[in-house]
């Protein structure tokens, strides 16, 4: 595993427990290694053709690019959003052991 293999994925939650539930799933099925929650995110968006503004939670995912479509479709399973926020990065540089640990954990 090398650090060109691991993404970074944001997507935001309309309450904690939903997003604990969902990131504690997608770690337990080994298609993510981490999930840190962020919670009071407040967030302005254009829906329906009106703006709009939710107290969100932001949910940082850590995967791999080999498990992304898994987990991709697992997230949107597991999201009560109609269109979930899923935006996957790729960091331009991650130390040698994280990429290692994230190989690891996810599987």
């Known amino acids: 595993m090398n650090e060109n293999d691991i993404l970074i994925v944001l997507c935001t ?8 539930e969902t990131g504690t799933a997608l770690v337990e099925l080994q ?8 919670p009071a ?11 709009e503004t939710s107290a969100e939670i932001l949910a940082v995912f ?5 498990a992304w479509p ?13 269109v979930p926020e899923i935006v996957a990065l790729r ?10 640990w994230v190989g690891e954990c996810v599987g």
Do not use: M, Q
Request: net charge positive.
């Open 13 to 20: 939650f309309p309450d904690l427990g939903k997003a604990r």
């Open 91 to 100: 960091p331009e540089e991650v130390s040698a052991a994280y990429a290692r």
């Open 70 to 82: 898994r987990f991709e479709h697992r997230l949107k399973e597991l999201h009560p959003y109609e």
């Open 31 to 38: 298609l993510a290694a981490c999930v840190n929650l962020i």
């Open 62 to 66: 850590k995967t791999t690019r080999e």
């Open 41 to 51: 995110v407040e967030s302005i968006y254009r829906w329906e053709g009106k703006v």
